[in-house]
Nanobody, 126 residues
Framework: VQLQASGGGLVQAGGSLRLSCAAS????????MGWFRQVPGKDREFVAG????????AYADSVRGRFTVSRDNDKKMVYLQMNSLDPEDTAVYYC????????????????????WGQGTQVTVSS
């Protein structure tokens, strides 16, 4: 599967952005999907994930209640709605697909994921 992330940009603190990730090739509904972010000098960190069916989601503590992950398997899309953005959310955001996740599992380790998008920059100004 190939992944293409989009929707990043510059936003003021307290604002919102919606990231999108489009998948091509492969059977999208077979993949658990995750969103990760990375800032220079730090490891890539888990932000949110969603099971293959979309029935379950998981979030990092730092974003729970502010971010919402969703997917549309018919359109082969996964989304990350980000509200109440904070300058600490500034990072490059990546979507990723896990081809081997069991039905109800949402992996949080980057090394578990098989495919990655190119990343989209999110900058939150104070």
């Amino acid at each position: 599967v190939q992944l293409q992330a989009s929707g990043g940009g510059l936003v003021q603190a307290g604002g919102s952005l919606r990231l999108s990730c489009a998948a091509s090739r492969g059977t999208f509904s077979r993949y658990a999907m995750g969103w990760f972010r990375q800032v220079p000098g730090k490891d890539r960190e888990f932000v949110a994930g969603i099971t293959r069916s979309g029935g379950s989601t998981a979030y990092a503590d730092s974003v729970r209640g502010r971010f919402t992950v969703s997917r549309d398997n018919d359109k082969k899309m996964v989304y990350l709605q980000m509200n109440s953005l904070d300058p600490e959310d500034t990072a490059v955001y990546y979507c990723a697909a896990d081809a081997n996740a069991i039905v109800h599992n949402i992996p949080r380790e980057p090394r578990t994921y098989d495919y990655w998008g190119q990343g989209t920059q999110v900058t939150v100004s104070s």
